[in-house]
């Protein structure tokens, strides 16, 4: 007979029992209504089946799962619907991104239920690495309209690589500053698309600041505030290769993933195939066997030539006879092109009211900018045998590609910069606190008393001269040679790098 005392004991046990059984009924839901401890669906439950352990379906529950499909479905919802309003040349690209953002969120489902395995993970981001690989493919080749457009989207996919962050020592920034460093790059091109598309289409605009907003500070800040420090793995979860997570896309499935860009040139033609002989072997083994067995003949092999005589010799023929001249056809002469290059029409006009654009002048001396203010810049580009004055005080002057070219210009605030040019000249009347000379052989600055304190700084350049004015104004100018060599001496364990100094007598 069972004692009082362990009989109730038992009762409690079985009363704690039922309590607990019916709090997981009311959390789950997926105990019947008729269970009890007694009930012989306890041996059911004692030892979950093997299917279900292996198929673990994640909870879509987890608060940055769903502020992650938020920020998709409201920010990237923008790019989305500009893209459809534009059409397939725009909606293809984006579809592109659309499935790198399914991935990722794949990836991040991987975090909670998973233990961190490097192979594993390199797995799990083959489709992301397969799409920044398709992306940057597109942008190869013949440049077509969209090419700012697709150079935006195959540079701002390496952004989601943050997911594979898993340590200082792994190459990459922390998440949310890689976020905003691949974005900047890709912002390069996202710029061009606004500035070309401002006055064209407001689609497209709309398309490109939508896209800055998903990034940053969309992205950027949704991953400082849930992995600033990188992604939370599991370290008793399961292997990465075992997990089946059931990632329910936020859109639907992508008909077209890639633009359809008729502009892009054709792939190479197929080699041709190598001549088959009636065997069915390559006829350049055969071809190659009776050159041999020819040659092999020994002396005979010389029979079929004729003997070239003295009189046949071209030096020794009187009548000129099969010597090519310029003037018979036989040889065109080639037009030796100039050194210049004209890449386009000439151009001298104010560029969105903040860039004074100087290109492809020849020969013209008179060439004025009067009306120009310190917020306005000069880019002067492609202009040989010519002269350019700059009335007025700008922010910025650039001489690129210039051949013998003069530029005369009163005041700058930031810098003048001279860069791939050959025998320029440049005056400044004002002040310029910088002077920069950039792979330039042969430029002569020509600096006013007020602008004596420039800083002058070359590079990769030759025959750079500086004319300053001697005590008055009226005096001529000296002329001062900057040093083209340099002697590095190493001493106190660093380099001491001093002008070569050329004495006469």
């Known amino acids: 007979m069972i004692p009082v005392t362990k009989m109730e004991s038992v009762t409690a046990l079985l009363g704690r029992l039922e309590t607990a059984v019916s709090t997981l009924e009311n959390k789950l839901g997926s105990v019947p ?4 401890p007694s009930s012989s669906s306890s041996a059911q439950l004692s030892r979950p089946s093997s299917s279900v352990s292996q198929n673990i379906s994640p909870s879509f529950d987890d608060s940055k799962i769903l502020e992650y499909d938020a920020l998709v479905q409201t920010s990237f919802g923008r790019v989305l619907a500009a893209a459809e309003k534009i059409g397939d040349r725009v909606l293809a ?11 990722e969120k794949s990836v991040m489902l991987h975090f909670s239920k998973c233990k961190p395995n490097i192979e594993g993970l390199n797995k799990l981001i083959q489709p992301l690495s397969e799409l920044i690989t398709k992306a940057s493919a597109f942008t190869e080749g013949r440049r077509s309209d969209t090419y700012n457009l697709l150079k935006t989207i195959a540079e701002c996919l390496p952004a989601l690589l943050w997911v594979v962050y898993t340590g200082k020592d792994c190459g990459l920034s922390l998440p949310a500053v890689h976020v905003e460093e691949i974005w900047q790059s890709a912002e390069f091109f996202n710029n061009k698309v606004l500035v070309e598309y401002k006055t064209k289409d407001s689609n497209y605009v709309e398309w490109a600041k939508a896209l800055k907003e998903f990034f940053v500070p969309g992205l950027r800040d949704y991953v400082r505030k849930n992995y600033s420090v990188g992604p939370t793995w599991n370290p008793t979860g399961v292997d990465v290769t075992e997990f089946k997570a059931n990632n329910s896309s936020f859109f639907p499935a992508s008909p077209n993933a ?14 041709r195939s190598l001549p088959v002989s009636a065997d069915g072997r390559g006829g350049l083994k055969a ?9 092999n003949k020994g002396e005979s092999v010389t029979a079929g030539l004729r003997k070239v005589t003295a009189d046949m010799k071209t030096k020794n023929r009187l009548d000129g006879q099969g010597v090519a001249t310029v003037g018979s056809g036989s040889i065109k002469p080639r037009s030796r092109g100039s050194a210049f290059s004209k890449e386009g029409p000439p151009k001298l006009e104010l560029q969105m009211g903040r860039r004074w654009a100087v290109e492809n002048q020849i020969g013209k001396k008179n060439l004025t900018i009067d009306e120009c203010n310190s917020k306005q810049s000069v880019y002067i580009f492609g202009c040989k045998d010519s002269v350019v004055q700059v009335q007025g005080k700008v922010n910025n002057i650039s001489i ?16 003048c910069e001279i860069v791939n040019c050959n025998g320029v000249e440049v005056q400044c009347q004002g002040t310029v606190p910088t002077i920069s000379v950039d792979n330039t052989a042969g430029c002569h600055l020509y600096l006013s008393r007020s602008s004596m304190g420039a800083s002058i700084t070359t590079a990769k ?24 060599q340099f002697i590095h001496t190493y001493k106190d364990g660093q380099f001491i790098t001093c002008p070569v100094l050329h004495s006469v007598g």
């Not at 209504?33 to 009890?36: C, G, Q, R």
């Not at 071809?287 to 040659?295: P, W």
């Not at 690129?400 to 810098?415: E, H, I, L, P, R």
Request: glycine share 2%; with cysteine.
């Open 93 to 103: 690209p984006t579809n592109l991104l659309r499935e790198a953002l399914a991935v």
């Open 33 to 36: 209504s008729n269970f009890s």
């Open 400 to 415: 690129d590609k210039c051949t013998k070219t003069g530029v005369v210009f009163m005041d700058v605030v930031a810098a």
């Open 461 to 484: 350049s030759s025959e750079v001269n500086v004319l300053v004015p001697d005590g008055t104004d009226n005096s001529d100018m000296l002329e001062h040679a900057l040093p083209e």
């Open 258 to 271: 890639l633009p359809q860009d008729t502009s892009l040139p054709p792939p190479p033609p197929p080699p």
């Open 287 to 295: 071809s190659t066997s009776a050159v041999f067995q020819k040659i």
